[in-house]
């Protein structure tokens, strides 16, 4: 039952990663037992199943999902929202006023305006109905404070770490509040702009260098020599 590829050896789509007793995970394939990728990525093994792990993948939604999105336009009765997704995401005034929504009254462009950043959560979503976004639990809303980043979605495992330990670890240095958005679109808020920035920074060399080991080990330390800057200032 042999396996083609190196962990997180980079493959091209039609490349035979395994050929056997081995499941097709994520962009890949299978015929008569062979698993092929099916797009551009690192090639990687969970137990028995081989997913490959895309280099540039735009996001799909999935019920439960956070995301961060822009409002694009102000509605009759809600407003769409872009979620960075091939599908414009729906927010329905509604959910966000917790009452009976009366057009007559009601100016939603007051509540939420295009231009508006707003934290959601994916309440529903199928291929024949755009994604159905609500903001009705605690922690979600309109953005007031704080800066955005985009990184790509599929990093944004490697941005969490392990049981959470990368992205709890640079909360604890640098004290910022992150929000990330599974669509990619991460939010940071921190005592100061200089602080922000460097969570900006650590979360940009997570993904530039996601592929590599040793990880968490280089970004504590970078941002302990930069934390030792910002403070002797």
Known sequence: MPTFFEKKQVVTPGELLAEGDYLAGENTYMEEKKIYASRIGLADLD??????VALRAFYVPKVGDIVIGTVKEVGFNGWTVDIKAPYTALLRASDVLSRPFKPQNDELSQVLNAGDLIVAKIASYDRAHDPQLTVGEPGLGKITRGQIMQVTPTKIPRVIGRKGSMISMIKQETGCQIILGLNGVILITGKSPEYEEL???????????????????????????????????
Do not use: C, P, W
């Open 47 to 52: 137990n028995k199943r081989v997913n490959v």
């Open 199 to 233: 969570a900006m920074m650590a979360i940009k060399k997570i993904e530039e260098e996601s592929h590599t080991s040793g990880l968490t080990d280089r970004i504590t330390q970078l941002l302990k020599e930069e934390k030792a800057k910002l403070e002797e200032k």
